[in-house]
């Protein structure tokens, strides 16, 4: 079995615990200086690695500003984001639902951005996934008062940004970077993300991060196995098959986070819920069965 085979599962299942550490981290570190750390750690990891198999370096200096600026979009707009809200109280439920808008928006901008013509099939499959990961996601928003969600409008909208941000990175990512070494990019994107956040980072905060395991724990799985496992995977499935496709997968992310929750953290977990999931499942299936480049099926026309 490949690498391309189990890339979308790996993915799901490590891109799940994002919202988990980003929750955990913040009660021992300021989010953005946190990922400002883990940016760096990330490049120096990356540019060794690619170093050390002798990867090859952009030749201009325009792949190089393609490479940090689509780090700029998918790390350190998406990620600081979504930690900055968490941070300040947004549950993660609603973050996850927020991140689940992504399909929709990568939907409506293939056919434009991409060249990817997007199927009734397709279609269905992203509504499916959509109401699903609702289904999932409600029972957690239902204690929230009306003034607690008052409350949360600027997280939300932080939130909302982020995930902009992200939709924007898969489709540049897609267009400026279709070749080229990917530990390369990857490391290229962690430097723009880092040059990025830094600033916000000194302007906004005290620069917390606390000399303790559990702050050490959540950078090392924050740093291998999410910026370089789980990031590499992305980029790999983004460059191989449609936009669409990849933006899909997020549909999982939410039922899967609500698993690891309900495994860690005791957090509840009812048969209905398990219900949406399948059915959140299913919408994922009919959406990346279908999804193709135009130019693909103008050859197969």
Not at 225 to 234: K, R, V, Y
């Amino acid at each position: 079995m490949s690498l391309v085979t189990v890339a979308p599962a790996l993915f799901v299942l490590i891109w799940s615990t994002g919202w988990i550490v980003a929750k955990y981290a913040a009660a021992y570190a300021d989010p953005l200086f946190f990922l400002v750390i883990r940016f760096a750690c990330a490049f120096v990891l990356t540019a060794m690695i690619a170093l050390a198999f002798r990867a090859q370096w952009p030749k201009t200096r325009l792949a190089y500003g393609h490479g940090m600026l689509s780090g700029v979009l998918l790390h350190a707009i998406y990620l600081g984001g979504v930690w900055w809200a968490v941070a300040r109280g947004l549950p993660v439920g609603i973050s996850a639902l927020i991140a689940a808008i992504q399909p929709l928006m990568t939907a409506a901008l293939s056919a434009r951005l991409a060249g990817e013509r997007i199927g009734a099939l397709q279609i269905t499959g992203i509504v499916i996934g959509f109401f699903g990961v609702m289904g999932v996601i409600a029972p957690k928003l239902a204690g929230l008062s009306v003034g607690a969600l008052e409350s949360l409008a600027g997280p939300v909208l932080i939130n909302v940004i982020g995930m902009v941000g992200v939709t924007l990175g898969t489709f540049y990512q897609k267009r400026y970077i279709a070749s080229g070494d990917l530990r390369v990019v990857s490391s290229l994107q962690y430097a723009g993300a880092f040059l990025f956040l830094l600033p916000f980072a000194l302007l906004l905060e005290p620069l917390r991060f606390e000399n303790r395991w559990e702050t050490w724990a959540a950078l090392a799985w924050s740093v291998i196995p999410l910026s370089l496992g789980a990031i590499g995977l992305m980029l790999m499935m983004i460059r191989r098959g449609a936009v669409s496709k990849v933006a899909a997968l997020i549909y999982l992310i939410p039922p899967t986070a609500a698993i690891e929750a309900y495994l860690m953290f005791g957090e509840t977990l009812t048969v209905l819920q398990i219900g949406f999931m399948v059915l959140t499942a299913f919408g994922v299936y009919l959406a990346t069965r279908s999804a193709r480049p135009a130019r693909e099926q103008a050859r197969n026309s």
